[in-house]
């Protein structure tokens, strides 16, 4: 008998849990489905020219639009097809001659606030002659926690 | 008023982590997007000058002279190969081609960004070059391929 006793609270305890835990899963954010996209732009006028063989740095800037911290973990970049000066594409040169470093480590941007990170650049020894003087557009995706 | 037992207190405790747990894990993520771009340096060609000229050439002797190569890009170069030269015809009137300087293939060294290096060369003078060619000056026109090595 007692070991009913018990038994009916302790399942009535874990019912009550599961609700509790249940919905405090899908963050309570302002887009209802985490925290608000961080940005991720240039810095102005803080890139360095690839060079073939060698590396080079490519400073990005972490826009955060909440008010509270985060902590971005990844930022990784995909290059895409080069443009002369005339935004003409340029067959001849691949987009894989050029390679962007994933970040390197977490990065706490502050809340309604902005970090600048450099990302390591390369420009493969071997890229063909056509490959000189081009533009390289980056695309980049991260991901973040609210630490 | 009923008293909690302690088998009680246990159940409840446990149950209590499980909440703090929970709550724990359920992190809040986000991501990120955006763009951007880089740009590729330009290139710069060399120049290739005279460093000495060497000991004077008669008739048929075969002597070396130097020259710079300078490489004004932001990144180091390799010399693949310096041409074949001939001389042009001098303002003494000795005739063009007296004096040639044969291909150099992989001259080797590594010219830094900024940098220069200096190449020894062979030049020849024809065994039939004439008087008006003493106490000349010859020039020999060069070209040099060059490769980036960083």
Redesign the interface.
């Known amino acids: 008998m007692s070991r009913w006793r018990f038994a009916l609270p302790a399942g009535a305890l874990v019912v009550c849990t599961w609700l509790v835990v249940g919905p405090s899963a899908p963050a309570p954010a302002a887009n209802g489905n985490g925290i608000k996209q961080f940005a991720i732009t240039d810095v102005p006028g803080r890139a360095t020219a690839l060079v073939p063989g060698a590396t080079g740095t490519r400073w990005i800037r972490l826009g955060n639009a909440e008010n509270f911290p985060i902590l971005v973990q990844t930022v990784t970049t995909t290059v895409g097809r080069p443009v002369d000066g005339g935004g003409r594409p340029v067959p001849a040169c691949p987009a894989s001659s050029v390679r962007v470093d994933a970040l390197a480590a977490p990065v706490t941007v502050a809340g309604n606030g902005t970090a600048d990170v450099a990302l390591t650049t390369h420009l493969l020894a071997g890229a063909p002659d056509a490959c000189r003087g081009l533009t390289f557009p980056l695309t980049y995706t991260g991901t973040a926690v609210k630490p | 008023m009923r008293k909690i037992?302690k088998?009680?207190a246990v159940?409840?405790g446990a149950?209590g982590v499980?909440?703090v747990a929970?709550?724990a894990y359920?992190?809040?993520?986000?991501?990120?997007?955006?763009?951007?771009?880089?740009?590729?340096?330009?290139?710069f060609n060399s120049t290739i000058g005279s460093d000495t000229t060497g000991t004077p050439l008669y008739p048929g002797a075969v002597k070396t002279f130097t020259v710079s190569i300078d490489n004004p890009n932001?990144?180091p170069v390799v010399v693949n190969g310096i041409s074949a030269g001939s001389s042009t015809a001098t303002s003494g009137g000795c005739a063009a081609g007296t004096v040639t300087s044969a291909a150099v293939t992989n001259p080797g060294s590594t010219i830094a960004a900024h940098g220069s290096a200096v190449y020894t060369l062979t030049a020849t003078m024809s065994g039939s070059a004439t008087d008006a060619c003493k106490g000349q000056t010859f020039t020999l026109p060069l070209t040099a391929t060059l490769s980036?090595?960083?």
């Open positions: 037992s088998r009680s159940v409840l149950a499980v909440v929970g709550v359920a992190a809040w993520t986000s991501t990120g997007a955006g763009s951007g771009s880089v740009t590729s340096t330009t290139a932001d990144y980036s090595n960083a």
